[in-house]
């Protein structure tokens, strides 16, 4: 062939490039529509059956424990038994509210006694009982601040009208405070917490009332009981604690810090506000009246905390049997668990009058009888209740000193200095110093070493 005269299209003629471009573009067109075409299709894989790991009873169970603070839930995650930090045994008292009393806690311990405020306005009595304390090893005394009745016994200033209600200006706390100062002796206020008569009456929805009758509710010794779920409630009894404290008073004791004795026999014949602890109620009988444990363990939390800035000791008075049933449901009735509560205040304080003691308990045909063998058999359950106690509680124990005439002849006996002093030596037995005396008239035994340096076995034998 003649190429010579072959006419040839050059490289750089547009219409080489437009078929060109036309063909390039026509590539990718079908390409995009490959692909798109591939993404829309629907993939399908076969997955694992999946089953339940537990029932739905177990799933109810647990989250019902969840809510009582029993397990955690995380499952495998251990609870720590104890707390990640702890308040140092001593702080800068400039860090505390200043009272303007000071009275340093005994090095000894507490030893102390009960004065009513009818002794109190007594000056002749007031006299002898002060000048009996400097006298002996007595060193502290517990002064009702808020009564049995829920009478707040001194003037106080407050907003709040409840509280104001309550005030009934009976007797200068301030200035007994300056006296105790003087002679050193180590003030505590006794506040009854949950037996108060005086709130109850004027607020009814703050207590307990009869479902048939509409009524409110009172025990078979006519007292009045108000609600120990109610945030209203802790409040009230806090601030009345706080002013106790910013007056000087150095240990804040609450009395009657539970819910009525029996409880759980006719809890469900009585309207009131369960509030926020209505998730802890269950129908298990090994845990029934968890809620009302709850309640109590979180209110002397609660009060601890708000107690914290005045620097003041916070103590409770327990029924001496909470430390021996442990968890029985009648212990939880009342919404006392010895060891709970310990965890959250400074001092504990159980009353085992050995005449408060049925017959036959501890094996003891009749302990009143026998205070040595009553205070030495119940230390051992008290000291098993503590052992796992986290908290440095201190253990303060009510001690008998008062004759119980109402029991049966023979089953009793007059107290007096020997039946005190078998007491106190009972507990210095088991190395516990601190103590407080109860006698409703302030009608103590004299000739009682207070501070006994013998032992148990020498006194007994």
């Known amino acids: ?132 304390i400097d006298q002996t090893a007595l060193n502290a005394v517990v002064i009702d601040f808020k009564d049995d009745y829920g009478q707040i016994i001194p003037q106080i200033e407050t907003n709040n009208p409840l509280v104001e209600n309550s005030v009934v200006g009976l007797v200068d706390l301030q200035e007994k405070l300056k006296i105790f100062e003087e002679k050193g002796i180590y003030p505590i206020a006794r506040i009854v917490t949950f037996k108060d008569y005086m709130l109850a009456n004027l607020r009814p929805d703050l207590s307990f009332t009869d479902v048939e009758t509409g009524e409110l509710w009172s025990a078979d010794t006519g007292s009045l009981f108000i609600n120990p779920f109610s945030q209203e409630v802790w409040d009230y009894n806090i601030e009345v604690a706080i002013a106790a404290a910013k007056m000087g008073f150095k240990d804040i004791q609450f009395d009657y810090v539970r819910f009525p004795e029996g409880f759980h026999d006719f809890a469900d014949t009585l309207e009131y506000d369960i509030g926020d602890y209505a998730s802890y109620v269950t129908e298990d009988e090994e845990t029934e009246g968890g809620e009302r444990v709850m309640a109590i363990t979180d209110f002397l939390e609660y009060g601890r905390d708000q107690l914290a800035p005045y620097g003041v000791q916070v103590s409770a008075d327990v029924f001496g049997y909470t430390a021996v049933a442990g968890d029985a449901p009648d212990v939880r009735g009342i919404g006392q668990n010895f060891s709970q509560m310990a965890e959250h205040i400074d001092v504990i304080s159980s009353m085992i009058y050995p005449s408060h003691w049925d017959d036959g308990f501890f094996g003891i045909d009749y302990p009143d009888l026998n205070p040595f063998d009553a205070i030495d058999e119940y230390m051992y359950s008290e000291d098993q209740a503590l052992a796992n106690v986290s908290n440095p509680i201190v253990t303060r124990p009510w001690l008998q000193d008062f004759t119980a005439w109402y029991k049966i002849p023979g089953t009793f006996q007059e107290y007096g200095a020997d039946q005190v002093q078998a007491q106190i030596v009972a507990l210095k037995q088991h190395g516990v110093h601190e103590f407080l005396l109860w006698n409703a008239s302030g009608d103590y035994s004299e000739g009682v070493d207070y501070a006994p340096e013998i032992t148990g076995n020498e006194f007994y034998y």
């Open 1 to 132: 062939m003649n190429f010579k005269n072959t006419k040839l299209h050059s490289i750089n003629s547009p219409k080489l490039w437009s078929g060109v471009l036309l063909v390039v573009i026509s590539l990718f067109l079908t390409a995009c529509n490959s692909q798109g075409s591939s993404e829309n299709q629907t993939t399908y894989y076969n997955l694992p059956d999946v089953t339940n790991k537990y029932s739905e009873e177990e799933i109810v169970d647990f989250n019902s424990r969840i809510n009582r603070g029993q397990t955690n839930r995380y499952e495998g995650l251990v609870i720590r038994n104890t707390p990640l930090l702890q308040k140092p045994s001593e702080l800068p008292s400039a860090l505390f509210y200043d009272s303007g009393i000071d009275i340093p806690y005994p090095e000894e311990g507490v030893k102390g006694l009960y004065i009513t405020t009818d002794n109190l306005l007594d000056d002749e009595y007031f006299n002898y009982i002060i000048d009996y």
